[in-house]
């Protein structure tokens, strides 16, 4: 199993992405602070986990208290020269 969290969203992958989850909240405090357990495992299992910090890619467009206000997407020129081929 692997996760994302990123902001307000919660991703979580299974079988090495065959299966998948998304759910969307909306934290009131600043998350930074991450608490796992585990109970009632079989005997002999176990669990482990693995950690990483994500960069934000959302720098550049971000105000002072992190807030992203509107789509900042910029579109290219799409042209068909021909069926089910596209050139940028």
């Known amino acids: 199993m ?8 919660f ?5 090495g992405g ?6 969307v909240f909306f934290p009131e405090y600043i998350m930074d602070t991450l608490i796992v357990k585990t109970s009632g495992l079989n005997e002999g299992a ?5 950690v990483w910090g994500l960069e934000s890619g959302w ?10 206000a509107g789509n900042f ?5 799409v042209r068909r020269n ?5 050139r940028f």
């Open 73 to 77: 997407t910029t579109s290219a020129r």
């Open 46 to 50: 176990s669990a482990s986990l693995v």
């Open 11 to 15: 991703k979580v992958f299974l079988i």
């Open 59 to 68: 720098t550049t467009v971000e105000t002072a208290n992190g807030t992203v």
């Open 18 to 23: 065959a299966n998948s989850g998304t759910m």
């Open 2 to 9: 692997s996760a994302i969290i990123d902001r307000s969203v």
């Open 82 to 86: 021909r069926v089910g081929s596209m």
